[in-house]
């Protein structure tokens, strides 16, 4: 079951670096700033912990404009689910 809502991004974990694309995420800003987010992005919530894997240029986007939240599509997903994504 998947369920949309607004977590705070500091309890969001992201394990996996990825290099953005600075102009993408300057674009994400700015429609942010101007219609608000669109699209969540995707998390697993493993033992009420939150991982994000994807959504990197969004996360950083609301990070940069100092937003609290961002509006995320939430999968319960078990322990072993997360190594997969980790591996």
């Known amino acids: 079951m998947v369920r949309v809502e607004a977590i705070p991004l500091n309890?969001?974990?992201r394990p996996l670096y990825r290099q953005n694309d600075q102009?993408?995420?300057q674009a994400l800003m700015e429609s942010i700033r101007e219609i608000?987010?669109?699209e969540p992005i995707d998390v697993l919530?493993?033992?009420?912990q939150y991982y994000g894997f994807s959504g990197c240029h969004r996360f950083e986007a609301c990070t940069k404009l100092g937003q609290?939240?961002?509006l995320c599509r939430v999968r319960k997903a078990p322990r072993s689910v997360l190594q997969r994504h980790l591996a």
């Open 11 to 13: 309890q969001i974990r």
């Open 23 to 25: 102009a993408k995420v």
């Open 36 to 38: 608000g987010q669109q």
């Open 45 to 48: 919530e493993v033992d009420g």
């Open 68 to 70: 609290e939240t961002i």
